[in-house]
């Protein structure tokens, strides 16, 4: 079953074309990598999916919903981690999940247990009670990634969600982001890490200037760019350097 | 032990609990907004300025500080009285005595000299000069000029020549009665026109000090302070979200726009009105003190008179509804102004100018002429004012209350819709 689906997303800021005719389907249990260069309309198309832009024109489906339609409901259904984490500084650790869990509409019970177990895989506990601006930037990172997966949605979007974290940490966000999509859930992932791209998307698609490029799996992509390491093929790619047909 | 506070300031200590009790909140979302919202407001320093140490400790000071210093008991200004004529020791030691009615110190000395410097040197505020052949000329019937040595830009010197002049009028009317009995002439057949001025008030009762205070000052003051109260907070729940990035990721959450704002603006009329009322309290007891130290009236007999339980009930209605009335229109104004700016400095240089704009029709209205009152009670700003004013010195009046009320109402309602929409644009998010 087709969880998210892109259909000919296109989005102007005045007369700059920030992401034209963009159309992608991801499967319902898969890791979706959305790779690019900066400025190719990673971040746009992620921000219309998640409905905090409006399509210029065309529009995406999260499990069936229409965003443009039901903007709500779709976001009932998806987990967010944005480019900047978005974490009030002056509110504590804990603070900052309750704040979320509680728009989400979680039962408090199941809130609390939910705040002590993120809390604790991600080596937050002793954070709790500590006011998110003396937080690291890696620290940040993990109670946006904690936030995003509060309520276990469905569908997880995340931008970047291993920046300026630690190996250790960044290690358990890709054992939970591959957790999350073997048990049935959906992750999308925009991303310039490669390795982690490699390692942790079934699909990748590859945009570049507002227009997706390539799409297709791992082995899909090697096969297009003539190359082994992931790096390179992300490269030739992006140039155009194609020596197989396109998916 | 874990050291649950490691890294936390004092404020997010005290106000912890209220993160701890997040978990028993309300479920409905445009309550758990305002609680964020509050909470954040407690642990910025910002609330500490403008909730309590303005309102409490530095207004009622910059209103009280003036009178006080000019009152004679705070600080006796100093007169000195130049003697130059021995028939002027009468009035001189009239003069003297005044240290004990006025607190007044004055130093009487006798023969001629120049003593200007001493006014020069801040030494003397005043210096009374009584010249030689002043008493012939008094005697004689004819006018004995006094000299009044003064600092023109001395405050306290104005004061002196106040007291002295009381002395001098005193001492004049019973040398002209003495002169009048010495020809048989009454005092009437010289004074033939003398007015009497009898006031005209809506209550038929007479004005008292604490009633002009009341009338000139209050409503002005209560619509300025509902205006003005939650500037700072409206441009730091919305301009500041979006500049610390965190409004991306809270509307990323399946609540509506419309209770977002819900949210924020009971946190903003809530923050406006404890700020609006503080203020108010302590201009209201630092103009009664100003008013009692410099007249002598007590204060003790004002602020009892305000608080008389038939006008207390009026006056509080009044000052409530016009606080809640003007913080939300304020805070619809701020709000509109911070979701179209671009930056934080954008959001304050409007916020700044709106205040402006937002104050002048409050400051204009106690010396605008009745006849306008019809119209300014139905334009912008200016009917809340009104209603201000009507509800607390025009109680009796009901068609001037409704309609004050009707337009503050409206525009109430004009605003609030040009901020949800402000508020509901893509660009509030990115600038």
């Keep these: ?247 | 032990m874990v050291r649950l506070f490691k890294g936390s300031s004092g404020v997010v200590k005290f106000t912890r609990g209220f993160g701890q009790r997040g978990y028993a909140l309300p479920d409905a979302p445009w309550l758990v907004v305002a609680w964020k919202e509050l909470l954040e407001a407690f642990r910025d320093r910002r609330t500490m300025l403008n909730v309590v140490l303005l309102p409490v400790i530095l207004m009622p000071v910059v209103i009280s500080l003036p009178a006080l210093m000019l009152n004679p008991k705070t600080i006796p200004p100093k007169i000195l009285v130049v003697v130059d004529d021995p028939g002027g020791m009468d009035l001189a030691r009239r003069m003297k005595s005044l240290r004990n009615e006025s607190g007044a110190l004055v130093t009487v000395v006798s023969g001629g000299g120049n003593f200007t410097n001493l006014i020069l040197s801040g030494e003397v505020d005043l210096i009374v000069e009584i010249p030689k052949g002043f008493y012939e000329n008094v005697s004689s019937g004819r006018t004995g000029e006094l000299i009044y040595y003064y600092d023109p830009y001395g405050a306290r010197s104005s004061v002196a020549m106040g007291i002295v002049q009381e002395v001098v009028n005193q001492y004049s009317e019973e040398v002209l009665r003495e002169r009048l009995r010495a020809i048989n002439v009454s005092e009437e057949y010289i004074r033939p026109v003398v007015a009497v001025a009898k006031q005209i008030t809506s209550t038929g009762g007479e004005a008292t000090t604490s009633d002009i205070i009341t009338a000139m000052v209050l409503p002005m003051m209560v619509g300025l302070i509902a205006i003005t109260g939650a500037g700072t907070f409206a441009i730091d729940m919305i301009a500041g979200e979006r500049e610390r990035k965190t409004l991306e990721a809270l509307f990323t959450n399946p609540v509506s726009r419309g209770q977002l704002l819900m949210g924020k603006f009971t946190a903003l009329t809530l923050l406006s009105l404890v700020s609006g009322l503080a203020t108010l309290l302590s201009a209201l007891i630092g103009v009664l003190f100003a008013v009692s130290s410099a007249s002598g009236y007590a204060s003790a007999t004002a602020i009892p008179q305000l608080m008389e339980p038939s006008r207390l009930l009026y006056l509080s209605f009044g000052i409530l509804m016009t606080v809640a009335l003007g913080g939300l229109t304020g805070n619809a104004v701020m709000v509109t102004a911070a979701s179209f700016a671009k930056t934080f400095k954008e959001a304050q240089q409007y916020v700044g100018f709106l205040t402006l704009v937002l104050v002048v029709p409050m400051i204009a209205i106690p010396y605008a002429p009745q006849s306008l009152y019809p119209v300014l009670r139905l334009l912008p700003v200016s009917s809340l004012a009104m209603f201000a004013r009507d509800m607390i010195v025009n109680p009796g009046e009901l068609g001037a209350v409704i309609s004050s009320l009707a337009a503050s109402i409206l525009y109430l309602i004009a605003f609030l819709w040009l901020s949800a929409r402000m508020f509901g644009r893509e660009s509030v998010i990115f600038g």
């Design chain 1, 1 to 247: 079953m087709v969880a998210v689906e892109a259909i000919s997303l296109t989005k102007a800021f005045g007369d700059f074309l920030a992401v034209r005719d963009l159309s992608f389907k991801v499967e319902e249990g898969s890791v979706f990598g959305l790779l690019g260069p900066n400025g190719a309309g990673k971040t746009t198309t992620l921000r219309m999916i998640y409905g905090v832009l409006r399509p210029t024109s065309g529009t995406a489906r999260v499990m069936g919903v229409d965003v443009r339609e039901n903007p709500l409901e779709v976001k009932r259904m998806m987990g967010v981690l944005p480019e900047d984490t978005g974490v009030y500084p002056r509110l504590t650790a804990e603070e900052n999940l309750i704040y979320f869990g509680k728009l989400r509409g979680m039962e408090e019970g199941r809130l609390r247990r939910r705040v002590d177990k993120l809390l604790d895989i991600l080596d937050l506990s002793e954070k709790r009670f500590v006011i998110a601006d003396k937080l690291s930037r890696g620290q940040k990172q993990k109670l946006a990634f904690a936030r995003a997966i509060l309520d276990e949605p469905p569908v997880l979007l995340l931008d970047e969600p291993t920046l300026g974290v630690d190996v250790m940490s960044a290690r358990e966000i890709r054992r939970m982001i591959g957790e999350y999509a073997s048990s049935g859930r959906t992750v999308i992932l925009s991303t310039h890490n490669m390795w982690e791209v490699e390692r942790l998307c079934d699909r990748i698609a590859i945009i570049s200037e507002g227009t997706l490029r390539y799409e297709g799996s791992r082995e899909d992509l090697e096969r297009l760019a003539g190359e082994k390491e992931f790096e390179d093929i992300f490269v030739r790619l992006v140039r155009g350097e194609t020596v197989g047909k396109a998916v």
